[in-house]
């Protein structure tokens, strides 16, 4: 009869984290498939943008929000999939840090780093036996 054993390099995964993952793997792979037949644009986990958002100036903030458009913001980081339907949000990275800045500071772009957003493995175009990295 089979049972479960703790093991000593790490804790079995819960049934709960198991599914999470098992999920997530198949709604980045919907969203690449999306992408793919609406526009013809293969491999896409999705579309992110960024916003700079005005705020007032914060008491001990300094220069961390002050922009290179000489205003005090927040940025707002989101990831959208094929249909226009937000898939991720990140809001509030300082707006002083520039574009490249800020893209690191989020949690999604750490996942991405480190191969934990759960993302596809690497696949083909039609026609061509390369393979490309996925989303």
């Not at 916003?51 to 001990?60: A, D, E, G, T, Y």
């Not at 991405?112 to 393979?131: K, W």
Request: charged letters at 25%.
């Amino acid at each position: 009869m089979l049972t479960k054993k703790q093991m000593r390099v790490r804790d079995l995964l819960t049934v709960v984290l198991k599914l999470a993952v098992t999920l997530r793997f198949l709604e980045w792979k919907t969203v690449s498939e999306v992408f793919a037949n609406k526009w013809n644009y293969h491999n896409c986990g999705g579309s992110p943008d960024g916003k700079n958002v005005p705020i007032k100036k914060l008491r001990k903030g300094g220069s961390l929000y002050y922009s290179y458009k000489e205003i005090h913001n927040i940025i707002l980081m989101a990831e959208t999939d094929a249909n226009y339907k937000f898939g991720y949000v990140d809001i509030g990275a300082e707006g002083g840090a520039g574009d490249g800045g800020t893209q690191s500071k989020y949690n999604l772009h750490h996942a991405l780093e480190q191969n934990r957003a759960g993302f596809p493995e690497d696949s083909t175009l039609l026609n061509d036996h390369s393979p490309i990295p996925s989303p």
